[in-house]
């Protein structure tokens, strides 16, 4: 995880999660918005997962089917 993606957080007011850092900055910064709204972690992520495809998961970290 670095360390912008944890000042992210911090700055939300919310836990940083302790994860390999596989999700890009653009994924932590929607769920870091949904769960302002009061979301769930599991259903922040899916929706933003959802939404964004691709742009979610770091290339190195994607699948290669």
Do not use: D, N
Request: net charge positive.
């Amino acid at each position: 995880m670095s360390k912008q993606i944890r000042k992210m957080y911090r700055a939300a007011g919310l836990t940083p999660p302790k994860g390999k850092g596989i999700h890009t900055v653009m994924a932590h910064r929607c769920v870091i918005e949904y769960l302002k709204k009061g979301l769930s972690k599991s259903e922040a992520w899916k929706r933003c997962v959802g939404a964004l495809g691709k742009k979610a998961i770091k290339p190195s970290h994607r699948r290669t089917v």
